[in-house]
């Protein structure tokens, strides 16, 4: 029984990191990192986050793959994915780097913090009104794993929380909107919506200049989904009329976003290089580790994604 690792030690830890770490918590498990994959036969999981399978050859015997990244859209579609079940590699209760990223752009639109910014640069001694949390209205568009645990810190401290799904659900601690029918609804009372979903045929370009009409004037956004899912001409034109007040941008289209775009010298924007969330070794080992462990016990794997619906 084998795990290959490809590429994952070029962006997290090395080799040795994963193989000592793995050792550690599934010690019959032995790893192999790519290219050196050995006798194909023994191979049983893949661990990756962008795979070339233009470039992976068959495994005769593989039960499982774990992808790092969040996104599935770049392969799933793949005519050489394997057919082996796809399984996303995130903790249980969400990420703690994540819910603090969420929490960090959010109270700082809430408080006007570029706006601060921009007056010390201008010398200014700017007091304005500072609107209370149960006075300001955040929606979560997708909510997963990721979004739930930055959502109900922002409930415990005042703010008015929803969210935006697919598909109708019961949540104890946000209002639920669903479906494209209840989109526009749920915008027009969102004044800072952070966006988490996960990129589709219907999601991408989801905002646009006919979504940011829907959203109260000056509103703002966070967008740590995909690049894709904001048309960024569309974005300039929302904050140079005053539409929204401010976006932050984790995910971007392309990335590395070009020196060229207008993005990066907007005043009201704040670009970030896709750092949302950067798990370790040990993070990452003891998912793969469980759902491994999941599997060989007869429960299923964790995570699996859906490939019809791309997520």
């Known amino acids: 029984m084998a795990l290959l690792i490809v590429d994952l030690d070029k962006h997290i830890g090395n080799a040795q990191a994963w193989r000592e770490t793995f050792g550690g918590q599934l010690p019959d498990l032995e790893i192999r990192i790519w290219p050196e994959a050995g006798n194909l036969a023994d191979i049983e999981y893949l661990a990756f986050m962008h795979p070339d399978f233009d470039a992976l050859p068959v495994f005769p015997n593989l039960k499982a793959m774990f992808s790092r990244s969040a996104g599935v859209e770049s392969f799933a579609t793949h005519p050489k994915l394997p ?60 909510f997963g794993m990721m979004a739930k645990a930055p959502a109900l810190v922002l409930k415990s401290l005042g703010f008015k929380v929803s969210a935006w799904v697919r598909n109708p659900r019961d949540e104890a ?45 000056g509103s703002m956004l966070v967008n740590i989904g995909r690049g894709k899912h904001v048309v960024a001409e569309d974005l300039v034109d929302a904050l140079d009329s005053g539409q929204l007040s401010y976006a932050a941008l984790d995910a971007l289209w392309p990335e590395p976003l070009p020196p060229t775009s207008p993005l990066w010298l907007h005043p009201k924007v704040t670009v970030m290089p896709h750092v949302a969330r950067r798990p370790t070794v040990a993070q990452l080992v003891t998912e793969i580790a469980a759902s491994i462990r999941s599997f060989k016990a007869g429960k299923g794997l964790l995570q699996e994604v859906d490939l019809g619906k791309g997520y």
Not at 115 to 125: I, L, N
Not at 175 to 202: K, M, N
Request: charged letters at 25%; aromatic letters at 8%; one cysteine or more.
């Open 83 to 142: 057919k082996a079940p796809l399984c996303k590699v995130e903790p249980p209760g969400g990420d703690p780097m994540m819910t603090e990223y969420v929490i960090m752009h959010v109270l700082r639109f809430h408080r006007d913090m570029p706006g601060y910014a921009a007056a010390q640069a201008r010398r200014e001694w700017r007091r304005v009104p500072i609107p209370r949390p149960e006075q300001r209205r955040v929606g979560f568009l997708g």
């Open 173 to 217: 601690d946000v209002a639920i909107y669903h479906g494209a029918g209840q989109l526009e609804s749920f915008l027009q009372q969102t004044d800072i919506a952070v966006c988490l979903l996960p990129l589709t045929r219907e999601t991408e370009g989801i905002f646009c200049a006919r979504t940011f009409a829907m959203m109260p004037r």
